[in-house]
Each structure stands twice: as C-alpha cells, then as structure tokens.
C-alpha cells in the first residue's frame, strides 16, 4: 500500500490466522506517513453478515471517514461540509425523533405513562438490512465531500469481517459495488477475504482486487526459530507467568501456528488448572485442552475424510477435489504451510495426531 496507495488489496486466510493483526499492524505503520490517512472497519459490528447487501460497505467505510473528520477538524467543518456528513449519517445510522403516539402504540407498548411523545428510531442503512440501497448513488456527492476534507492524503481503508460471510455470492455481492464507488472516490483498500475463494470455480470473486495476497499459519517446523516466536507472543500475553515454559512450548507445538488456536489452546488450559485449584499452567493442562480441541475437530467427519486426514498424515500431500477436501482446509483439520522453494506443505492440526494414530487400525 505504501508503493501504490490506491490498490485494491484482498488478504485471504483462514479462521484464526491472523488477518485482523495484519490489518491493524499495516494499518499502525501506514499512518505514520504524513501523507496518508487510514481507517480500519469492522463490517460485522455494524451490520448483520448474513444479511448483507449493496451499499453496506461504503455505509461503514463513509460513517468511519467522518468520525475522522470530526475528530481532526471539528472546529474549522464548512457549512456545507457539515451537512455533507449529516446527511450521509442520516442515511447510514439510525436516527431517533421524538413523534406523538396513538393509543394502538401505546397498548402495544404496555405503557401507563401519560407523556404524550416516546422516541422512536428510524432504522439506517447499517441496521436494517433489507432496506433496498438505491439510495448509494444519491450518497455520491456527500461523500465525495466528505473525502475532500482529505484531498492531500492517500486514504485507504482496512475493511475487516468480509471473509466471516456465509457464501462466496455473498462476498461477490457486498463488494461488486461498493469496491467500485470507494475506488471512485480515490480510495486504496485492503479487504479480509474468505479463504474458499481462492480455488476453483470461487476464485472468480477475486477478480475485482489487484494483489492478493495470502495469511498462512506460522510453519513450526520453520528452521527460523518460529517456536520460539509463538512462544513469546504468549509471554507477552502472559506477564504474571501462569504459564509454565513447558505449557509454551505445548502450547506452540498443538496450535500448528494458528495464532487463534494457540491463545484458544492456552485460556482453556489455564481454566482446566483454575479448576483443578493451581496458579500456574503445566503442560498436562495443555495436553488436556489439546484433546479437547481434537474431539471437537473430529465432530461430523466421515470415513472418506478419515482417508484423507490418515494421507496427509502419513505422506503431507493433499491436493484438493472436492467440496469435502476444501471444507477439512476452511476448518483448519489440515493445515498448509507455503515453502519458498518448493510445492507448499500440508499437515493435519496437531491436536488430531494422536486420535489418528488410534485410529489407523479402525475398520
């Protein structure tokens, strides 16, 4: 982003792999530049995922740009700036009045009191989701202005919580038009996308974005100390010291480098010691955590994935050919870890390693 501020960037990766850190790091180091202003939305905290549609983004995107405004230069807003941004909160955000009310809401209601107002709200364009949004383009010319307030900076906007949608045609239809109007409007962009859309007949809904680029799990197997590293991010998040070494070093090991399952690895070890009445971690309470994990891993998978996983296992090759072999990837039961000079490697989490040996023999 700093080499070209305008690109349009998609950071694909699975569950727990880091994509929001990347994108508040970038974000941290972007804004150190005079030059450029950076805002981070996070769609799923303002509107509801599964009922996505046209116009939400640039909802998010345009109510984050004028909370900057407002911050950087409240005092010195233009008259006409300032109805810009009223207007586009009015169509983004629900907005509250105070109305008369008949006796039908007042029954409804179940209300005594004798006021004759209440306050209702006014659903936005982040609240109701299935309000139509033929309104965006109505929204150009505020934004326009909105973004104006900026016209010396690079604005570029990290827009987070996309890759937790339901379907790849979800993703196509909240970004088609939306990436288009912020594109428009001078913005560079950085997209969370979800990782089945990089095979296959999905990856058709990246073609929208100029780079792509791809969040693996940290390979612990890496000859570059990469134990060592997820290790210290756990002392990091551990500055009493409940955790023993020997807990960190499990803990590194049974996550496979999955920054979400090594911080979920580690709380519910520490709560299987809290109840078990001891102050620091050990490495049983990990292992305890860690076959819990596993058997969770294991719900709902059949005896073809069994063969997949027991492959894996045995060889590291996996390619995929099916939805079933795309869906042990998205779960992240098999792990892949890219190599620079050669074809990347694939292993089954950790955690499940043991339940498979016990289960080779299996009919």
Same mark, same amino acid.
């Given at each position: 982003m700093e080499l070209s501020p305008t690109s349009v960037i998609a950071l694909v990766g699975g569950i727990g792999s880091g994509k929001t850190t990347a994108l508040l790091v970038a974000m941290k180091q972007l804004i150190q530049a005079e030059d450029t202003r950076?805002?981070?939305?996070?769609?799923?905290?303002?509107?509801?995922?599964?009922? &996505?549609?046209?116009?939400? &983004?640039?909802?998010?995107?345009?109510?984050?740009?004028? @909370? *900057?405004?407002?911050? !950087?230069?409240?005092?010195?807003?233009?008259?006409?700036?300032?109805?810009? &941004?009223?207007?586009?909160?009015?169509?983004?955000?629900?907005?509250?009045?105070? &109305?008369?009310?008949?006796e039908l809401a007042l029954r409804r209601m179940q209300k005594e009191e004798e006021d004759s107002f209440v306050r209702v709200k006014e659903p936005g364009k982040l609240?109701?989701?299935?309000?139509? !949004?033929?309104?965006?383009?109505?929204?150009?010319?505020?934004?326009?202005m909105i973004r104006e307030a900026y016209a010396s900076a690079y604005l570029i906007g990290f827009i987070d919580g996309l890759d937790r949608l339901a379907s790849i045609e979800q993703f196509q239809e909240a970004i088609d038009e939306d990436l288009?109007?912020?594109?428009?409007?001078? =913005?560079?962009?950085?997209?969370?996308?979800? *990782?089945?859309?990089?095979?296959?007949? /999905?990856?058709?809904? =990246?073609?929208?974005?100029?780079?792509i680029i791809v969040v693996h799990p940290v390979d612990i197997s890496g000859p570059r100390g990469e134990n060592e590293f997820l290790c210290e991010v756990l002392k990091t998040r551990d500055p009493d010291g409940v955790l023993s070494s020997e807990a960190r070093e499990i803990?590194?090991?049974?996550?496979?480098?999955?920054?979400?399952?090594?911080?979920?690895?580690? @709380?519910a070890a520490a709560r299987n010691a809290y109840m078990l009445g001891r102050d620091t971690v050990t490495g049983p309470d990990v292992l305890v955590a860690s076959d819990q994990l596993a058997r969770t891993l294991f719900l709902g998978l059949g005896d073809d994935d069994l063969k997949v996983l027991q492959r894996i296992r045995k060889q590291g090759s996996f390619v995929t050919t099916s939805d079933r072999d795309l869906a042990l990837l998205m779960t992240?039961?098999? *792990?892949? /870890?890219?190599?620079?000079? @050669?074809p990347p490697r694939f292993a089954v989490h950790p955690t499940m390693l043991p339940l498979l040996h016990l289960a080779v023999d299996s009919p």
């Open positions: 950076a805002v981070y939305v996070d769609v799923g905290q303002f509107h509801d995922l599964q009922r &996505i549609e046209t116009g939400v &983004i640039v909802a998010a995107v345009g109510l984050a740009l004028c @909370k *900057l405004v407002d911050k !950087s230069a409240r005092d010195s807003l233009n008259n006409e700036l300032q109805r810009a &941004i009223q207007s586009f909160r009015q169509w983004a955000e629900p907005q509250e009045e105070w &109305i008369p009310y008949d609240t109701l989701p299935n309000k139509l !949004s033929d309104e965006l383009e109505s929204q150009r010319k505020n934004f326009a288009r109007f912020l594109q428009a409007e001078g =913005l560079g962009l950085v997209v969370t996308a979800p *990782l089945l859309s990089l095979f296959g007949k /999905y990856r058709t809904a =990246l073609s929208r974005f100029e780079h803990l590194a090991r049974d996550s496979g480098g999955v920054l979400r399952d090594l911080l979920a690895l580690a @709380k992240r039961r098999v *792990l892949e /870890y890219p190599q620079a000079d @050669k």
